[in-house]
């Protein structure tokens, strides 16, 4: 019997061989936006993409926080006021879980008291609404560019295969596991 294992590493073997990109392997910067807004959500989405990053979104904090929890984020954007769990809870849990994302509040919570309590909670930035996009890409490019002067990042992708570089694990997309599952 095959294992998972097995079936993975030949996925790699074949996609090496067949393709030879194994130097094409890009390093790319991942980003979570956690905003209840859809038009919010999708203007910063649509711009963040144009600046060649990869971006996943979700509209509410139990969602949001799962995927902060399971995959491997640069940078996360984060609303305050979400739905079933709040942005201060999440960015607790995800710095209680040592998770060194870059987190820029985003927020109409423009009160000194709710900015202090998002930088005591870990977060790196806090910026209110109304905003302008430039100015949010601009603190997005100025985070990923603070402590290192290029971004380190813990995974390389190759198609539908992502490996973690700092955990040694490799992740595959869904259609790959629904394939094998038929």
């Known amino acids: 019997m095959i294992k998972i294992y097995d079936i993975i590493c030949m996925k790699i073997l074949s996609f090496v061989k067949n393709r ?3 130097y094409e ?3 790319k910067v991942r980003i979570l936006i956690v905003e209840d807004e859809f038009k919010i959500a999708d203007v910063i989405a ?6 060649n990053y990869i971006v996943d979104v979700f509209d509410n904090g139990e969602a949001g926080l799962d995927n902060a929890l399971t995959n491997i984020y640069d940078l996360i954007i984060l609303d305050v006021m979400l ?3 709040d942005g201060f809870k999440i960015l607790e849990e995800i710095r209680r879980e040592k998770i060194n994302a870059k987190v820029i509040m985003l927020t109409a ?5 709710d900015k202090l309590m998002g930088g005591n909670s870990g977060a790196n930035d806090y910026l209110t609404k109304p905003f302008h ?9 100025a985070q990923l560019r603070m402590d290192n002067v290029q971004v380190q990042k813990y995974y390389v992708e190759a198609g539908d295969l992502r490996l973690n570089i700092k955990n040694t694990t490799l992740i595959f997309v869904v259609m790959l596991l629904q394939t094998m599952n038929k």
């Open 46 to 51: 649509s711009r963040l993409r144009k600046e």
């Open 133 to 141: 996009i430039d100015e949010l890409v601009a603190r997005v490019n």
């Open 20 to 22: 030879k990109l194994l």
């Open 83 to 85: 739905p079933k769990v």
């Open 25 to 27: 392997l890009k390093i």
């Open 109 to 113: 919570k423009s009160m000194i008291e």
